[in-house]
């Protein structure tokens, strides 16, 4: 009985463009892994493309996947102030088809990829980054599927009946006081008579940002209601295994 190869995760800056926009992702990858896998993109929160949102990158490369940490500010910009965070947050919301236009564009880079299976490919968002990748479902975006952890839910875009491709998974804390009753109600209204396929997790207790370990310090830096929650991080990490997993056997 052979024993399984150790895995070599390997690391790597990307530079491409969208729409004269120069973008600097990072992808990860396990070099052991032989032939094309599934590819996941990975939307930063509203600080940008930060370590944090690199090291779930790696972490889908520990899954075997490829995993792609996009950006969607330029220049791999990140933000050191909340106020800072949501002007660039805003610019992308205000203009989604921009924003559309830069996931798109490293989507591309992704399936385009030897070692990466064009035809699987899925995308997880946090805080923002969850927003954005319900927004491509909701644009009909060839994804097998989408990921939001504690995003934003609301949108302007009016969703057809049967035109959402993705399923979608919700990893949502139920006590986000950034993401307010009526606006979940309102997207669950919505997915309704969009007959998209949805699984909606709510977590009680878990407050905004529950799956970053520098949330807490933030939150009290800048007096905003973020809270890290251990529990909740790994509960919600495990849901998503599954939901590739199942989404990417199909």
């Given amino acids: 009985m052979t024993s399984p ?57 520990e899954l075997g996947y490829t995993g792609f940490a996009v950006d969607m500010y330029g220049d791999a910009r990140t933000a050191s102030h909340p106020d800072e965070a949501g002007r660039l947050m805003t610019a992308v919301l205000d203009n989604m088809d921009e924003g559309a236009a830069r996931f798109a564009a490293a989507k591309k880079v992704l399936e385009t990829r030897p070692d990466t299976d064009a035809a699987r490919i899925a995308a997880i968002g946090y805080c923002f980054g969850g927003a954005v990748v319900l927004e491509m479902a909701r644009r009909g975006m060839d994804l097998q599927g989408v990921a939001s952890f504690h995003g934003n839910l609301s949108t302007r875009t009016h969703v057809k009946p049967g035109s959402i491709k993705a399923r979608i998974l919700v990893l949502h804390g139920d006590d986000d006081v950034l993401i307010p009753q009526e606006q979940v109600a309102a997207f669950r209204k919505e997915m309704a008579n969009a007959k998209a396929d949805v699984r909606f997790i709510g977590y009680p207790g878990a407050l905004h940002g529950f799956t970053n370990p520098e949330a807490t310090a933030n939150g009290k830096k800048y007096g905003l209601p973020l809270v890290y929650n251990e529990s909740v991080d790994k509960q919600s990490w495990s849901e998503l295994k599954m939901f590739l997993a199942e989404i990417f056997a199909q």
Avoid: F
Wanted: proline fraction near 4%; hydrophobic fraction near 40%; include cysteine.
């Fill in 5 to 61: 190869k150790a895995k070599d995760i390997r690391t790597e800056q990307i530079d491409y463009v969208a729409n004269g926009v120069k973008l600097k992702g990072y992808l990860a990858w396990d070099a052991n892994v032989s032939g094309p896998r599934p590819g996941v993109l990975v939307v930063h929160e509203w600080w940008g493309r930060t370590d944090y949102v690199c090291s779930r990158a790696r972490m889908l490369a």
